[in-house]
């Protein structure tokens, strides 16, 4: 008896129908580099509402504060990279529109760990002195119950599990079973983000999909980080991180991401982005990035 | 080619590879175009066991600071959740931007205004906090004037020497060094650890200096002249660090 392996691949629309208003989602990718646009751009199209969004941000977290999905931002910064500030969380967060929880960069990364070790959380210095201590509630400190190296039980800072109920990334290389591989510089938090999502709700696309005998082939063996343990759903979707860069399959699109970029200037400029580059399925999208402007 | 040559942006580079002299062999990380010259220049001179990285995933052994991807002559791979390893293990020196700071050295990077609803959202907490509270820091200020030198920081993103201090122990790894800007040199050299006036660039005046910063400075009776780069640093910076003179839009000589 031959042995038949679950099949995840899915369309956008079939994630984003796995999806619910008030998820707490983390995104993959980091400011304007390998972001899961196609997936963030059908969340924008779609009716979801009150989403917390977990992010090293960038134009995800600014494309669903635009669009008004979000409720809540638990982020360290959000960048478009060559465009130091995200202009629409900038837009969102200077209207009062959205909540915030801020977090050190390292803090994300303890956070995401400590959700995925399904431990309440981690201990650290980090934000000690700060006023992060101040801007989010749910940091604590607490004496260590341990020594130290001179034998001191020192103020720490508890790290809570960032919870998560969903994980979107964006790889280069897939197989249909969920298994995955980046090629460019930095695997970034995606594995971590997996890891910390719940069984059911973790997605990633892909630049390619291939036959799981051909993934390696694609690379070398520590490019592939992603397990089918961490995925439950597998989208296909070349340019799927565009505009933002997919190294080395793509880099990032400045032109288009400084035509996003403009579309915070006032409603009626976001109403036309809005029109030409979201509300549109996703292979017009991409046949029109093609095609050029 | 002599050293009274030098432009203000090279004074502020020379300015800049001071802060990472004796550090041994550690990451010096300084972030911007000035202080990514910086860096390369310390390690080609004073301070040759520095790391340094490309900017992106990886620790690189060109002096050059802007090659392409292909020319870099690399040494580690380094992806952001490597940086991590260095901060919290103690072997990083960054140097940071600051779109506010006060007199103890106290940085704000998020927003301007009430965190909760601010009148500006900057770029955020950003790796203020973990940086400063387990690592030297420097700070870089391109443009020196009241509005970055103030008072009181709207958020405290990077810790300074006195909230340190309030920590007791568990403040023993800040070390807020310096604050190099487009007109002079800023340490914490005091008993009280307030900021003071530790040189100005030449062509800029102790008045200048005062003017342009919005709390009260501690001003030694004699303020020396920020050292200008020799002739082989010259050198370096100008034909193999930054040939195509990036420093100089960071900082141009004022006519």
Request: aromatic share 6%; net charge negative.
């Amino acid at each position: 008896m031959t042995r038949t392996a679950t099949d995840k691949l899915m369309t956008v629309d079939e994630v984003v129908a796995r999806l619910r208003p008030g998820m707490t989602i983390a995104i993959g990718g980091w400011a304007s580099r390998r972001k899961p646009m196609a997936i963030v751009r059908a969340i924008a199209r779609s009716d979801l509402h009150d989403l917390t969004v977990v992010t090293h941000g960038g134009p995800d977290l600014g494309l669903l504060c635009a669009a008004g999905k979000v409720r809540k931002a638990v982020h360290a910064f959000a960048s478009l990279d060559t465009i130091p500030l995200e202009p629409h969380f900038r837009a969102a967060r200077q209207a009062g529109a959205i909540e915030d929880e801020p977090l050190d960069e390292g803090l994300v990364h303890l956070g995401l760990q400590a959700a995925a070790w399904r431990v309440p959380f981690l201990p650290t210095r980090v934000g000690l002195g700060s006023d992060l201590l101040r801007d989010n509630p749910r940091l604590t400190t607490f004496t260590s119950p341990v020594p130290d190296e001179d034998g001191e039980h020192e103020l720490l800072v508890a790290m809570p599990a960032i919870r998560l109920d969903a994980a979107i990334c964006h790889l280069n290389v897939a197989d249909r079973r969920g298994n995955a591989m980046f090629l460019g510089p930095d695997l970034y938090w995606d594995d971590l983000m997996l890891q910390a999502a719940p069984t059911g709700c973790r997605f990633i696309s892909a630049e390619k999909v291939v036959d799981t005998a051909e993934l390696a082939g694609h690379g070398c063996l520590h490019q592939m980080r992603i397990s089918r343990m961490m995925v439950d759903g597998v989208v296909h979707a070349p340019g799927g991180a565009h505009p933002t860069s997919c190294e080395p399959d793509y880099p990032r699109d400045e032109a288009a991401q400084r035509a996003y970029a403009d579309a915070a200037a006032s409603p009626e400029a976001w109403a036309a982005y809005r029109a030409e580059w979201v509300d549109v399925p996703e292979e017009e999208y991409q046949r029109k990035v093609r095609e050029g402007r | 080619m002599s050293a009274t040559s030098a432009t203000r942006a090279e004074v502020c580079v020379v300015a800049l590879a001071e802060c990472f002299r004796g550090d041994g062999e550690i990451l010096a990380n300084p972030i911007g175009t000035i202080p990514m010259i910086a860096g390369r220049l310390a390690r080609a001179t004073f301070a040759p066991d520095l790391c340094v990285t490309d900017g992106e995933a990886a620790l690189v052994d060109n002096d050059a600071a802007f090659v392409a991807p292909e020319d870099r002559v690399l040494e580690y791979w380094n992806p952001y959740r490597s940086m991590f390893d260095w901060v919290w293990s103690g072997r990083r020196h960054v140097v940071m931007g600051a779109s506010q700071i006060d007199r103890y050295g106290n940085q704000n990077l998020a927003a301007i205004g009430d965190y909760r609803r601010p009148t500006v959202q900057l770029l955020g907490y950003r790796g203020a906090p973990g940086n400063t509270i387990n690592d030297t820091t420097s700070y870089w200020v391109p443009r020196h004037s009241p509005r970055v030198f103030v008072e009181q920081v709207d958020t405290v993103t990077g810790v300074g020497w006195d909230r340190a201090a309030a920590l007791g122990r568990a403040g023993r790894f800040v070390d807020v060094r310096r604050v190099v800007t487009d007109l002079a040199v800023l340490d914490f050299e005091t008993p009280d650890k307030r900021m003071r006036l530790r040189s100005v660039h030449p062509g800029v005046t102790v008045d200048d200096v005062v003017a342009a910063t919005g709390f009260e400075l501690v001003v030694p009776d004699e303020v020396p002249t920020s050292r200008l780069p020799t002739e082989e640093e010259l050198r370096l910076i100008r034909e193999v660090i930054d040939p195509e003179g990036a420093r100089e839009r960071e900082v141009p000589t004022p006519a």
